[in-house]
Nanobody, 124 residues
Framework: QVQLVESGGGLVQAGGSLRLSCAAS????????MAWFRQAPGKEREFVAT????????DYRDSVKGRFTISRDNAKNTVYLQMNSLQPEDTGVYYC?????????????????WGQGTQVTVSS
């Protein structure tokens, strides 16, 4: 049974940084794309960042480009999201997702497994 467990969320002031982690278990992690999505209160879940199975390809939503970095450590079955220069509009529950495909995608339907989420709150 595949399990994704996020950690690293919390409360931070605007301009601060957080590093989210997502540990995968229950299947082979290497070679399969992963992503981060987020959901703010009263809003739909939205794409944040994705990374291909090899780690050689990444993509971000425009509003986080230059501030967020997605990476993966296949030896640890973990994907990370380094978030710098955080803004109040980055507030939400952050979810990691894993697909059975190697290519990365910004579409939520591409992903087969989801974590329970970790709360990120950025105060102004």
């Amino acid at each position: 049974q595949v399990q994704l467990v996020e950690s690293g969320g919390g409360l931070v002031q605007a301009g601060g940084s957080l590093r989210l982690s997502c540990a995968a278990s229950g299947r082979t992690f290497t070679n399969y794309a992963m992503a981060w999505f987020r959901q703010a209160p009263g809003k739909e879940r939205e794409f944040v960042a994705t990374i291909s199975g090899s780690g050689g390809s990444t993509d971000y939503r425009d509003s986080v480009k230059g501030r967020f970095t997605i990476s993966r450590d296949n030896a640890k079955n973990t994907v990370y999201l380094q978030m710098n220069s955080l803004q109040p509009e980055d507030t939400g529950v952050y979810y990691c997702a894993l697909t059975n495909r190697r290519a990365a995608s910004s579409g939520s339907s591409w992903y087969d497994y989801w974590g329970q989420g970790t709360q990120v709150t950025v105060s102004s």
